[in-house]
C-alpha cells in the first residue's frame, strides 16, 4: 500500500497539476472543505472528487498591514464557493483593501508561501 | 453542566501575579506564585491540593509540569486545552470531581510570561494545514472577519467597536491592578494603528504577563473558609469549529448555546445578572458576546455598547476589572473573567467595587470564536 495517498494529499497532488477538485459526499451529496475521510454533514465516509466550477464570491474580508518594506498590506479573505464550501485565501489582482464582502470571485490555482494554492480574482463582467 | 449541580461547588480563593510584566521569572514561576496567592486567599496550602486544573502555552503536558514544578502528587488532573476559555471550563469539571469525591481541593491555575519573553502572543498551536499559506495574523486575522462581516450584516460601525475599548480603559483606570489606565478616547482608538482592517491596534487585547489561579471545594465546606464562598450555580460550554474558515456564521458564536444552558442549569436569566465579564481579546467580541448570551438581539449589540452604556455608570457593568483589553492579557484570559466575576460576588474587587453583586456571569472564549464556555457565579442568597 505504499502508493495509498490519503484526502488531504489527492488534493493537494492535484492543485499541483493545476487542478481545483472538491470533494462530494456519495451519500448526502454535499460537498465539504478541507478534504478528508468523511462527510462532516452526514458522516459517511464515501467520497467522490468533483472539478471545482470555480465561481465564487467573499464571505468576508481583511487587510492584513504589514510594513512596506517587509512586502506591504495583503488580502486575507474567506470565499464561499458555489458547491457551498468556504476556504481561506485571497483576492489577487485588486488592491487588498478594495476585497468586499460579497464581491464575485473567480479561482485560480497560483502560489502561496512557495507552495500551490486556491487564490482568487474579480470575476469578469 | 446539569441542574443537580447547582451550588454544588465553591471558589474559596482566588489569586494573581505577575500582571503586567514579571522580569526575570518564567511562565511556571507566575504560574506558581498565582497558586500560593490563591491558596494564601483560602487558607490553605499546596498539600491540601489534590485536583489540579492547568494549561499553558509552553509545552505539550504543562500539567504535568505544573503539578511537578508545585510539588504535589494530585489524584485528579485536567488539561484540556480549548484556548482562553479552558479556565472556565475547568470551572464544570473540577464541580464534577468535587462531587464526585475525585478530589477535595481543586486548584485552576495558569501563568505566562509572554511580554517579557517575546512582546507577543505566545502560541503553541499550528497553524492550519489549510490557512497557512495565506499567512492570516493569528489570531488578529479570524477577529478582524468576524468584525467585517458583523458590520456588513448589521451595520455596526467602528465606532460602537471602539466604545468597547473605551469602555474597558475606562473600568481599568480605577483599578490599580491594572496595565493600562492612562486616558483612552473613541478618537484615539479609531486613529490608532490599523492592524487588521477594521481592527486598530486599540481594538486589540494587551500582551502582559500574568498568572491567575482558583482554589475550588465542595459546597458542604464551603462556609468553613475565610472568605464568603461563590458558588458555581452553573456552567456550560460548546466547541463549534477550529479554523475561522470552518466557522459557520461569523456573527453567532456557540456562546448561544452554552448561555443558554448556563442560564438553565443556574435557574436565571440575563436580566438578573448584575455584573458581566467576558473575554475581550478583541472588541468585537464584547458585542458578540452581550448578543450571544441575551444581554440583547443579534445585531443589537453594537447600539448597545455604544456611549458609555456599558462603562462605569453604564447601564450593564462589563468587564469591571478592565478586561483583556486594558487589565491584563497573558495569552490566555478566561480564568480572569472567573476571577473578577468572584471577586465582585465576594466584595473585594481590585477596582471599582459594585455594590450588593449576588450574580455574576463569566464567559471564556478559546481558539478563534472556537470554544464559548460560560459560568453563572453566586453568592450564598443565590442557592
Same mark, same amino acid.
Given at each position: 500500500?505504499?502508493?495509498?495517498?490519503? %484526502?488531504?494529499?489527492?488534493?493537494?497532488?492535484?492543485?499541483?497539476?493545476?487542478?481545483?477538485?472538491? %470533494?462530494?459526499?456519495?451519500?448526502?451529496?454535499?460537498?465539504?472543505?478541507? %478534504?478528508?475521510?468523511?462527510?462532516?454533514?452526514?458522516?459517511?465516509?464515501a467520497i467522490s472528487w468533483k472539478q471545482a466550477g470555480g465561481k465564487g464570491r467573499v464571505h468576508t474580508t481583511t487587510v492584513v498591514r504589514r510594513k512596506p518594506e517587509r512586502g506591504g498590506d495583503y488580502n486575507v479573505c474567506v470565499v464561499e464557493l458555489d458547491e457551498g464550501v468556504r476556504m481561506m485565501s485571497r483576492v489577487e489582482g485588486i488592491a487588498p483593501g478594495e476585497v468586499v464582502i460579497d464581491m464575485p470571485v473567480t479561482a485560480f490555482v497560483g502560489e502561496a508561501e512557495g507552495v500551490p494554492a486556491v487564490l482568487f480574482k474579480p470575476s469578469e463582467g | 453542566m446539569t441542574t443537580e449541580l447547582r451550588g454544588k461547588s465553591a471558589i474559596v480563593g482566588t489569586g494573581h501575579a505577575g500582571f503586567g510584566e514579571a522580569h526575570g521569572l518564567t511562565a511556571y514561576d507566575v504560574m506558581a506564585q498565582s497558586a500560593l496567592a490563591a491558596l494564601g486567599d483560602a487558607g490553605l496550602n499546596l498539600s491540601d491540593v489534590d485536583g489540579l486544573f492547568c494549561t499553558m502555552m509552553e509545552d505539550s503536558m504543562p500539567a504535568l509540569m505544573a503539578a511537578e514544578y508545585l510539588g504535589i502528587q494530585p489524584r485528579f488532573i485536567d488539561g484540556t486545552m480549548s484556548g482562553g476559555s479552558s479556565f472556565v471550563n475547568y470551572l464544570t469539571s473540577a464541580t464534577m470531581a468535587l462531587d464526585a469525591g475525585l478530589c477535595d481541593v481543586a486548584l485552576i491555575v495558569y501563568g505566562s510570561n509572554q511580554r517579557t519573553a517575546s512582546g507577543r502572543l505566545v502560541t503553541a498551536s499550528r497553524p492550519p494545514a489549510y490557512e497557512a499559506p495565506y499567512n492570516p495574523r493569528y489570531p488578529i486575522s479570524a477577529y478582524a472577519?468576524?468584525?467585517?462581516?458583523?458590520?456588513?450584516?448589521?451595520?455596526? $460601525?467602528?465606532?460602537? !467597536?471602539?466604545?468597547?475599548?473605551?469602555?474597558?480603559?475606562?473600568?481599568?483606570?480605577? =483599578?490599580?491592578?491594572?496595565?493600562?489606565?492612562?486616558?483612552? $478616547?473613541?478618537?484615539?482608538?479609531? *486613529?490608532?494603528r490599523m492592524v487588521g482592517d477594521p481592527l486598530t491596534v486599540r481594538d486589540c487585547c494587551l500582551v502582559t504577563d500574568g498568572g491567575g489561579a482558583i482554589v475550588m471545594v465542595h459546597a458542604d465546606r464551603a462556609r468553613d473558609f475565610p472568605k464568603a464562598p461563590v458558588y458555581v450555580l452553573g456552567s456550560a460550554a460548546e466547541s463549534s469549529h477550529r479554523q475561522i474558515s470552518q466557522m459557520?456564521?461569523?456573527?453567532? $458564536?456557540?456562546?448561544?448555546?452554552?448561555?443558554?444552558?448556563?442560564?438553565?442549569?443556574?435557574?436565571?436569566?440575563?436580566?438578573?445578572?448584575?455584573?458581566?465579564?467576558?473575554?475581550?481579546?478583541?472588541?468585537? =467580541? $464584547?458585542?458578540?458576546?452581550?448578543?450571544? !448570551?441575551?444581554?440583547?438581539?443579534?445585531?443589537?449589540?453594537?447600539?448597545?455598547?455604544?456611549?458609555?452604556?456599558?462603562?462605569?455608570?453604564?447601564? /450593564?457593568?462589563? =468587564?469591571? =476589572?478592565?478586561?483583556?483589553?486594558?487589565?491584563?492579557?497573558?495569552?490566555?484570559?478566561?480564568?480572569?473573567?472567573?476571577?473578577?466575576?468572584?471577586?465582585?460576588?465576594?466584595?473585594?474587587?481590585?477596582?471599582?467595587? /459594585?455594590?450588593?453583586?449576588?450574580?455574576? !456571569?463569566?464567559? *471564556?472564549?478559546?481558539?478563534? /470564536?472556537?470554544?464559548?464556555?460560560?459560568?453563572?457565579?453566586?453568592?450564598?442568597?443565590?442557592?
Open positions: 500500500m505504499q502508493d495509498a495517498i490519503g %484526502p488531504d494529499q489527492f488534493f493537494q497532488r492535484a492543485l499541483a497539476e493545476g487542478e481545483i477538485l472538491l %470533494p462530494k459526499c456519495d451519500d448526502c451529496g454535499a460537498y465539504h472543505f478541507f %478534504p478528508r475521510v468523511l462527510c462532516p454533514h452526514c458522516h459517511g465516509a | 472577519m468576524a468584525a467585517a462581516r458583523h458590520m456588513h450584516e448589521y451595520g455596526t $460601525t467602528r465606532e460602537q !467597536l471602539a466604545d468597547v475599548a473605551v469602555a474597558a480603559r475606562a473600568w481599568a483606570q480605577r =483599578n490599580p491592578e491594572a496595565f493600562e489606565r492612562g486616558p483612552l $478616547t473613541r478618537e484615539d482608538v479609531l *486613529g490608532a459557520k456564521d461569523f456573527t453567532v $458564536t456557540a456562546a448561544r448555546a452554552s448561555g443558554a444552558r448556563a442560564f438553565a442549569a443556574a435557574g436565571v436569566t440575563p436580566a438578573d445578572i448584575q455584573a458581566v465579564e467576558l473575554y475581550d481579546a478583541f472588541t468585537i =467580541n $464584547t458585542i458578540l458576546f452581550l448578543e450571544d !448570551l441575551g444581554f440583547c438581539a443579534k445585531g443589537e449589540g453594537g447600539a448597545f455598547v455604544e456611549g458609555g452604556r456599558i462603562a462605569p455608570g453604564g447601564v /450593564l457593568p462589563v =468587564n469591571t =476589572n478592565g478586561g483583556g483589553l486594558s487589565c491584563v492579557h497573558p495569552g490566555m484570559y478566561g480564568i480572569f473573567t472567573v476571577i473578577e466575576a468572584a471577586r465582585q460576588i465576594r466584595g473585594d474587587a481590585p477596582g471599582i467595587q /459594585l455594590k450588593d453583586i449576588d450574580l455574576a !456571569l463569566a464567559h *471564556g472564549n478559546g481558539g478563534v /470564536l472556537s470554544s464559548q464556555v460560560t459560568a453563572i457565579l453566586g453568592s450564598q442568597n443565590t442557592l
